[in-house]
């Protein structure tokens, strides 16, 4: 038998003699003579010694039940903390970056994200921002995104949504708390607000990153993308400083000028300076007419986006600018088609390079100009991948900290991040100081979190048996807290976050549509899961009705409260006019008794 197996028997022994013994006093105290009873085969209190027996072996019974599973079943996770643990562990750390649901400030900062049901990050720490991991059908919209915009106030919100479900299902909450919400709608451009790329662009500077994300988005043009730099940044000049500040028109205008390098010199010699200078750069570089229509081959390609109606139309005018969201409580949604995010992805990664960069800019959090009073702007990224690469965001992620800018980029997998990002990915992900990783994660993105949650120490005990002797022996060795395999198969309202120099925690998701009863119901029903659903459908069904009538009831009382309050001011005034009517009849009786009088 093995060295553990024998150390359960002996505890199971202790305990069941121990339990019998005091069943036995305690019997013995209520029926006094029970042991003589017992020596003599009386059994007419056993009832009695039984109910002290089973009251006592339960609950025991049932703690040396998980504790032996525990062990037996350990997963190398003795070192995750559960949200209790948190506060404990932020004071050895010397470091704060959660409120748990123990701490005093839970649930009283209006700005701080949940990041599971029974913790939140504080605003400071959020803007160290947030990586969070999750395959399609996880429930990263319905357990992160739509409860914080549920929550979130006193600060300004950008939304990646490209279903629109965000907004659909925010709009009203956030409306009450005294947003304006806007709505970035490719998929409807008719129902849409307008921006203006070029219009709002500040510097040549900003352009010049426009063009970059043009050229570095959508279908790879190899060295061709390189090259079409120079003559893409002159166009776009020229129409910065000579046209109707529109990009689509320059798709127009490029299609109108010749391919020859003679002509469109010409052309560009009658526009600006910047846009001549771009222009002069690119001859350089050019080797004859086919190298010019290769080039334009090129940019055309990339800005096939610009031609799409819905674009045209959307940038036709601008409906809000950058600064905006540090004016005012905003929250902007912007969605798109999804199987066409490619296609998308040459004006989403400029629009949000632009919103980051003004927004980070903008003079209300420049101390430069007095006390930072702008608003916190936090851009949750749902499918961050698909919006395509935005410049510069490695950098981004490490400036913008002190600027009161939280990113939280919502990802399937870290293979996307490196697909847009092959050079920078590290530093990205580096970035976010606080990662969340969710259930059914697979392959190198489960062994990276993996490795991160860390390893522990645990000590092997062999025992081995000879004819007259038995030996043992120990060794220390290591293994991961968390298995690739133990995270795949995290429960489905599990998730484990790992922040800054803190261990790591494992918690339950925050479903917006849960409340504690349905989230109960939801960990602990022990049947299949179409049962459980039709059982908490039930629940959230009854608890409708439920709230519809005592709605209903309110509105009724409500109803009588003003009908009384009618009733009793028609008697007041009717009183009144008594009131009124008789002093006026007092006065003539009076003025008749002197009249008579006299």
Not at 160 to 185: C, F, M
Not at 212 to 220: E, F, M, P, Q, T
Not at 382 to 393: H, L, Q, R, S, Y
């Amino acid at each position: 038998m093995e060295f553990e197996s024998k150390i359960r028997l002996f505890m199971i022994n202790i305990v069941l003699v121990f339990v019998l013994i005091t069943s036995v006093h305690f019997t013995n105290n209520t029926h006094e003579g029970f042991v003589k009873e017992l020596f003599s085969f009386n059994f007419e209190h056993i009832f009695t010694f039984l109910l002290f027996f089973l009251i006592q072996i339960i609950p025991i019974g049932i703690a040396l039940y998980k504790f032996f599973s525990n062990r037996k079943n350990k997963l190398a996770d003795s070192n995750l903390l559960s949200y209790k643990g948190i506060n404990r562990e932020q004071r050895i750390a010397a470091n704060s970056v959660f409120y748990a649901k123990n701490n005093k400030f839970f649930e009283k900062e209006k700005s701080a994200m949940y990041i599971s049901r029974n913790v939140q990050i504080t605003t400071k720490k959020s803007h160290e921002h947030i990586l969070l991991l999750g395959p399609t059908g996880s429930g990263k919209s319905a357990s992160f995104f739509l409860p914080n915009l549920l929550s979130l106030d006193n600060v300004s919100l950008v939304v990646t949504d490209p279903k629109g479900e965000l907004y659909r299902k925010s709009k009203a909450a956030l409306e009450q708390k005294g947003y304006t919400v806007i709505h970035l709608n490719f998929n409807n451009p008719k129902r849409s607000a307008h921006y203006n790329l070029l219009a709002n662009a500040k510097s040549y500077d900003d352009i010049r990153k426009i063009s970059d994300s043009i050229l570095s988005n959508g279908k790879d043009a190899g060295e061709w993308g390189n090259l079409s730099k120079t003559l893409l940044e002159a166009f776009l000049f020229h129409e910065f400083d000579h046209g109707n500040k529109n990009i689509s028109n320059v798709v127009t205008e490029m299609a109108t000028v010749s391919t020859n390098i003679e002509e469109m010199e010409r052309f560009f010699q009658n526009s600006s300076q910047a846009a001549y200078m771009s222009f002069l750069q690119f001859k350089k570089t050019s080797s004859g007419d086919s190298y010019v229509s290769s080039v334009y081959a090129t940019i055309q390609g990339k800005m096939k986006v610009y031609e799409i109606d819905s674009v045209i139309d959307i940038g036709s005018q601008n409906d809000f600018t950058p600064g905006t969201f540090r004016q005012q409580k905003s929250a902007l949604f912007v969605s798109y088609p999804e199987d066409e995010a490619q296609l998308y992805s040459a004006f989403l990664a400029a629009f949000y390079y632009q919103l980051f960069n003004q927004i980070k800019t903008h003079k209300s959090v420049d101390e430069a100009y007095g006390k930072a009073t702008g608003l916190p702007v936090y851009f949750l990224m749902d499918e961050f991948a698909n919006i395509g690469k935005v410049p510069e965001i490695d950098v981004l992620l490490s400036t913008v900290r002190s600027k009161k800018m939280s990113l939280v980029l919502g990802i399937q997998s870290l293979d996307q991040i490196k697909k847009n990002y092959k050079d920078t990915f590290n530093i990205i992900v580096e970035n976010c100081k606080t990662k969340i990783i969710l259930g059914g994660t697979t392959g190198e993105t489960a062994g990276y979190f993996s490795k991160m949650v860390g390893e522990e120490e645990y000590t092997n005990v062999s025992v081995s048996e000879g004819n007259k002797s038995l030996s043992t022996s120990t060794s220390t060795n290591k293994k991961s807290i968390l298995s690739p395999d133990q995270i795949r198969r995290l429960k489905s309202y599990e998730l484990i976050c790992v922040s800054d120099n803190l261990k790591p925690f494992r918690d339950d998701k925050n479903y917006y549509f849960l409340d504690k009863t349905a989230y109960f119901l939801f960990k602990n029903l022990p049947f299949s899961v179409e049962k459980n659903d039709e059982i908490i459908r039930k629940y959230t069904s009854w608890k409708e009705k439920k709230q519809t009538k005592e709605v209903v009831q309110e509105k009724k009382i409500h109803i009588q409260q003003q009908r009384q309050e009618r009733n009793e001011e028609k008697i007041s005034v009717r009183q009144e006019k008594i009131m009124s009517k008789q002093d006026e009849i007092k006065q003539l009786r009076e003025q008749r008794r002197r009249r008579d009088f006299e």
